[in-house]
């Protein structure tokens, strides 16, 4: 019966027609103009028809369906639908003719609609911490997740080169105008934060959801682990991002449980950790002896863990691959998914077009003066040596390191930041500017590193050995050299060696330096010798599975498209 209705003479057929029929009637009323023309205008359609549905799938496909009946008695029609509902469409009909028209909302309420869900990002604010959650963000922007980063005043005040690929907030932390500095200590500057903090990052996601973009999710840092509370407060999602790996996560857990004690009370115990394959000596594990109030950044470390088991995700810089065992450990006791590497796509599996660097950045990188050096260097044949945006290097070890770097007769970009430099004697200075004027080495203040590490020229990698450095050299195959100073390095260094086995560890004699000797050692081996060659072919190894894992249906791609899909079914 429902097919005899839409048939020729059925019910529904004869009312379409009589409907047609007065549309013609109508329109030849109106148009008042000769038969001849009338009669040109019937060869194309009888009438036009202008179609208003409500914006919502449920009330256009029915009119829709109308239209084509009515389309198939020469009825011309145009559907108008608002620019909010089309901006969301995966497939328009071809069939009619659309049209854009306005609901009045504001564009902000228009760009949270085309989007699945929306996360607020909280790094801890330095750019260690922010690069891998920006990288991270830009995955979930491909999966349609809009994101707003949550950052400092007083940071941004600092930045040489900010993300447009993002929406960025300003929030306080108590010390506009300086941040850590003007705090003056490591303890009160957390204390204020937390304070300040709290409340207006509570005013900025009171302010999204009046705009018509509310916060579905909060992804943030644990070194702030006070933003739990303030997503309980608003009843969103909360996500921990732990920016190391998950070996060095697995150390702090078990110094909060109180398993094991931070530092170690004798150089040479070993230790034993759950999760780990074997025990590890006491110079592998994360350490804060040379660093101001080491004790309350430790504490800071250890209170990660305070109130993880009130979230609701545990996210991990890392791949499944590289940590299998401490991963599958961990993941019995908190939800946890790695997502990483959370470096650019373009240097793995180059899905995000537009994802070439980062995009932040508190130093100006000499990009050109470093690319053009290396384009005249030999494959394979440069040292690339830098130690991060927040080391700081003993004048005698600078001393040593570079004439580490000098012996081993081979080619070396060597980063040296302005506020180092001093540390360097005038006359090592000139000795390198003459290493340098031989066309061997080339001393810069800061680099792009991912397009240094990319580079063809480029053989070894002398590190400290921070993670997100770490993870860079692994993403690109480049063989290390570690010299960890403190905090996570020196547990990176053991997994780069020994786990890994994609690098070699220069050793510091009782005194805390690493010779000019044992510099020129390390680097002779990864270079040179037999066993570089194995270190070199376990590095390509890494960098395949690297890519892999973020590639389309890799384990952290999958990872990643498991939390979209919560995320979407719980906003």
């Known amino acids: 019966m429902a097919r005899n209705a839409v048939d020729e003479g059925g019910s529904s057929d004869k009312n379409i027609e009589e409907f047609v029929s ?3 009637t109508i329109s030849k009323i109106i148009l008042e103009c000769p038969v001849e023309k009338l009669q040109k205008m019937s060869t194309s359609h009888k009438a036009h028809c202008l179609t208003l549905p409500y914006p919502l799938q449920g009330h256009i496909n029915p009119m829709l369906q109308f239209s ?8 011309e029609i145009t559907i108008a639908t608002t620019k909010s509902f089309l901006k969301k469409m995966k497939e328009l009909p071809t069939s009619v003719s659309i049209e854009a028209i306005s609901d009045g909302l504001p564009p902000s309420y228009l760009m949270s609609t085309s989007h699945k869900a929306h996360c607020l990002i909280l790094p801890f604010q330095g750019q260690s911490h922010i690069n891998p959650m920006l990288q991270f963000s830009k995955r979930l922007q491909s999966k349609r997740v809009k994101i707003t980063i949550a950052l400092t005043k007083s940071f941004l005040k600092n930045m040489k080169e900010l993300p447009t ?5 300003a929030i306080s932390d108590g010390y506009d105008d300086g941040g850590r500095d003007q705090a003056g200590s490591f303890v009160a500057y957390v204390t204020r934060f937390k304070e300040i903090g709290s409340d207006t990052l509570s005013q900025l996601i009171q302010k999204l959801a009046n705009s018509g973009c509310p916060v579905n999710c909060i992804v943030y840092d644990p070194f702030l682990p006070w933003a739990v509370e303030v997503a309980k407060n608003f009843g969103l999602i909360s996500a921990a991002f ?21 530092p170690p009370t004798q ?9 780990f394959l074997s025990t590890i000596e006491a110079s592998d594990v994360p350490t804060f002896v040379i660093v101001p109030e080491a004790e309350r950044i430790l504490e800071m470390l250890v209170n990660q863990f305070s109130n993880l088991d009130k979230v609701d995700w545990v996210l991990i810089n890392s791949f499944y691959e590289l940590e299998k065992q401490v991963i599958d450990y961990m993941s019995k006791i908190y939800p946890i998914k790695t997502i990483g590497p959370t470096i650019p796509s373009m240097y793995l599996d180059k899905r995000l077009h537009d994802d070439k660097e980062y995009g932040l950045s508190v130093f100006k990188p000499m ?15 440069v040292v690339y040596v830098s130690f991060g945006s927040i080391t700081n290097l003993e004048a005698e070890q600078m001393l040593e390191l570079a004439w580490g770097l000098k012996n081993s007769n081979n080619n070396f970009l060597w980063v040296v930041r302005s506020t180092e430099e001093s540390k360097l004697p005038k006359n090592v200075l000139e000795e390198l500017k003459l290493t ?7 001393v810069v203040s800061w680099c792009s590193q991912l397009q240094v590490l990319e580079h063809e020229s480029t053989g070894c990698f002398l590190t400290h050995c921070g993670w997100n450095s770490t993870l860079e050299a692994i993403s690109l195959g480049v063989p290390m050299v570690t010299m960890p100073q403190w905090a996570d390095q020196p547990t990176n260094a053991k997994l780069v060696k020994d786990i890994w086995e994609i690098g070699v560890r220069a050793k510091q004699d009782e005194k805390g330096i690493v010779r000019r000797e044992i510099i020129e050692e390390c680097i002779k081996l990864v270079m040179e010798e037999e066993k570089g060659k194995l270190i070199r072919e376990n590095a390509k190894k890494w960098k395949e599975m690297a890519r892999n894992a973020v590639d389309e249906g890799g384990s952290s791609d999958k990872n990643i498209e498991e939390f979209v899909s919560k995320l979407v079914t719980i906003s």
């Open 165 to 169: 690929s993002v929406s960025i907030e």
């Open 242 to 262: 732990f920016t190391q790996n998950c070996a060095v996560d697995n150390i702090y857990y078990h110094a909060h449980k109180g398993v094991i004690k931070l």
């Open 68 to 75: 084509k009946r009515l389309q198939s008695k020469r009825v």
């Open 367 to 381: 990009t050109n003066e470093c690319l053009n050096w290396l384009n005249h260097q030999p494959i394979n044949s």
């Open 267 to 275: 150089d040479d115990e070993e230790i034993l950790i759950p999760g």
């Open 436 to 442: 340098s004027g031989n066309n061997k080495g080339l």
């Open 22 to 24: 007065k549309l013609v």
